[in-house]
């Protein structure tokens, strides 16, 4: 006859118990629970996998659209606002641009679609629709 196997055993991962149950299982082997009340325990994850997750998250070793507008930032507006205004990043498809002269600000609000455009029109920037201009 052969014996049962159980389920359990053929897992990779041991059994979890609930946390009342660990905290009085520390009790009977009198043991202190020493895990924070609101800790919410999770699966491991393979290291390999969340360095990659990242890598992608924060575009390390790869070309960003940040980056090649950055790259082409003097093209765009010309060297002389280039030299007062920075691209920052794009959220929801508005390019973040910090100015730190008021007259390059108006110079750029009032040629925003424009810029806007020839931004489109760069590898990767299809998304950026228009320009969130703010002084810094």
Known sequence: MKPKTNVRQMSEEPF???????????D???????EPKRQRKRAT???AALVEELMVKYQVGRDSPEQTIRDH???LVGKANAAYS????IERGRLLVL????????????HREGIAEKIR??????DVRNLNIRAG
């Open 99 to 110: 100015v730190s002269h008021a007259v390059v600000r108006s110079e750029l609000f009032h």
């Open 16 to 26: 979890q118990f609930s946390r009342i149950a660990e905290e009085m299982i520390g």
């Open 121 to 126: 029109q760069l590898a990767g920037c299809k």
């Open 73 to 75: 930032w003097p093209d």
């Open 28 to 34: 009977l082997r009198r043991v202190p629970f020493q």
């Open 45 to 47: 994850k393979d290291l």
């Open 86 to 89: 920075h691209p920052v990043t």
